[in-house]
């Protein structure tokens, strides 16, 4: 049985069926929210950083929310091989106290459980991750505005429920309610353009890149939200997921617009601390210019948390016509334990039981192999016909 599926947008397609693909070929790494299932990924993450991307030399934007942050932050890393490794590791063998009669734990008990394990993971190591010769980091989180503007036991479920009114009618209007922060490596612009939601740009440095992360993993109602992030505008930032699930963004469509398209996304923030808008403008040009290589858990890409449910979101649009998706394929998926990803209803599926949930997921990330070896198979001798439009 096949296990992996190759999507393309028409002009990553057409790339592909011209050319195959090269490590130098690639400019954005995406990696989506989505809990659990992002550990499927972890194979493909030890090849494709491990490996493959060590033979070329170009600049790669990775932009991540919540588990897809933990990721790529991860990628940053020296040898990051050996930490994707601890990882999926450490991801798998989480586990967390249940209060008496309760199938859950507490938001306040998750949240300090997780930054104990972020602060074990890159304790001393945050420099690594920040001054990484060629990745470029982009944490993406979600900041609350209004109702939402602090985490509050009444005005934060209000301030959801009208979230998901507002973005049931017009996604971009959600922006009222919530607006999209990115997080990103001194002197990184980013490589998407904003002009499809409500976003700022801020800094990633020492001061604020656990509460950042820590933030962009931060699922309303399972974890709390993080307060006053050092750098950025006050208030309370959650997932990064409920504005960009997918990271269905805009990649390279920056250098299309005018230079005020540029100035409105925000300008990064240079090694020195100033915003520079030549750097901007520089890193724009060689995101512009490449391959979006996704490694996802779907092959649909889609907008936001709360678009979920709503299917006509689901599409492609121009946004990815650079974006080459690889993805498990759903026949192979039903051969996997419990015939699906993991993901976060397995802690409520096997409560107590952790070491039998760690049994099951252990499984289908050994299985998960497969989708590298194939991967490995297409490179070496390019399929055209194993390309579907994505």
Same mark, same amino acid.
């Given at each position: 049985m096949k296990a992996l599926r190759i999507h393309a947008g028409p002009r990553a397609r057409q790339h592909l069926e011209q050319h195959g693909l090269q490590p130098g070929d690639v400019s954005v790494?995406? *990696?989506a929210a989505g809990g659990p299932k992002g550990l499927i990924l972890g194979p493909l993450d030890r090849f494709i950083f491990g490996q493959w991307l060590a033979q070329s030399s170009q600049p790669v934007h990775l932009v991540g929310a919540s588990i897809g942050a933990w990721r790529m932050?991860? *990628?940053?890393? +020296?040898?990051s091989v050996a930490a994707f490794e601890r990882l999926e590791h450490d991801y798998i063998h989480q %586990?967390?106290?249940?209060?008496p009669g309760k199938k859950r734990p507490t938001a306040a008990h998750v949240s300090e459980r997780f930054g104990q394990n972020l602060q074990a993971f890159y304790g001393g190591r945050i420099d690594e991750v920040l001054s990484h010769p060629r990745y470029r980091l982009h944490i993406v989180t979600s900041r609350g505005r209004h109702l939402l503007g602090r985490e509050h036991g009444v005005a934060t479920p209000l301030g959801y429920l009208g979230a998901f009114l507002t973005n049931t009618v017009h996604r971009k209007a959600m922006g009222a309610w919530l607006e999209r922060?990115?997080? %990103? %490596? *001194? !002197?990184a612009a980013l490589p998407f353009a904003t002009t499809d939601y409500r976003t700022r740009q801020i800094g990633l440095n020492a001061d604020n890149f656990m509460q950042a992360l820590q933030a962009s993993c931060s699922i309303p109602f399972v974890l709390q *939200?993080?307060? +006053?992030?050092? !750098?950025?505008?006050? !208030?309370a930032y959650w997932d990064g997921g409920i504005t960009d699930y997918h990271l269905h963004l805009a990649y390279g469509k920056q250098l299309e617009g005018s230079s005020k398209m540029i100035a409105t996304s925000a300008y990064p923030i240079s090694a020195s601390g100033q915003k520079d808008s030549k750097l901007c403008a520089a890193d724009n040009e060689k995101a512009s210019a490449g391959i979006v290589l996704y490694p996802h858990f779907q092959h649909r890409v889609v907008p936001g948390w709360l678009d979920k449910s709503l299917k006509w979101r689901h599409k492609s649009t121009s946004a990815l016509d650079n974006m080459v998706v690889l993805s498990p394929h759903p026949d192979w998926v039903r051969s996997l334990p419990n015939a699906k990803l993991p993901d976060r209803n397995d802690f409520t599926h096997y409560g107590a039981d952790s070491a039998a949930r760690a049994e099951a997921w252990l499984a289908a990330t050994q299985a998960s192999q497969q989708l590298v070896d194939e991967w490995v198979e297409w490179l070496e001798r390019p399929d055209r016909a194993a390309v579907q439009p994505l």
């Open positions: 790494i995406p *990696a932050a991860t *990628a940053c890393l +020296n040898e %586990s967390y106290d249940l209060p922060v990115v997080f %990103s %490596s *001194a !002197g *939200a993080v307060h +006053n992030i050092p !750098g950025a505008p006050p !208030g």
